[in-house]
Nanobody, 116 residues
Framework: QVQLVESGGGLVQSGGSLRLSCVAS????????MGWYRQAPDKQRELVAT???????NYADPVKGRFTISRDNAKNTVYLQMNLLKSEDTAVYYC??????????WGKGTLVTVSS
């Protein structure tokens, strides 16, 4: 069983920055893709960004140019650098990992609150 543990959430003012971390219980290089999703109150969970095993990244339109996803295989960690935060970025952010045999894992989430 793989565990994903997120950290780095918190309260930040609009325009500020946060860096989220997701530590996996096994090498992140063994996942075909890892990503961040978010769920705001009374909304469905949505994709934020993904990064493939080949380091190809993909972003949802609302965060393009503001968020950056990266991975550190040596630390079994995936990061989400969030800049120029807006109130609409307020959500619980979840780490996601998919294996080569299509098994999906989720972390428990970390709350990001952006005050206007």
């Amino acid at each position: 069983q793989v565990q994903l543990v997120e950290s780095g959430g918190g309260l930040v003012q609009s325009g500020g920055s946060l860096r989220l971390s997701c530590v996996a219980s096994r090498s992140v290089s063994r996942f075909v893709v890892m990503g961040w999703y978010r769920q705001a109150p009374d909304k469905q969970r949505e994709l934020v960004a993904t990064i493939s095993s080949g380091d190809i990244s993909n972003y949802a339109d609302p965060v393009k140019g503001r968020f950056t996803i990266s991975r550190d295989n040596a630390k079994n960690t995936v990061y989400l650098q969030m800049n120029l935060l807006k109130s609409e970025d307020t959500a619980v952010y979840y780490c996601n990992a998919k294996t080569w045999d299509t098994i999906t894992y989720w972390g428990k989430g970390t709350l990001v609150t952006v005050s206007s």
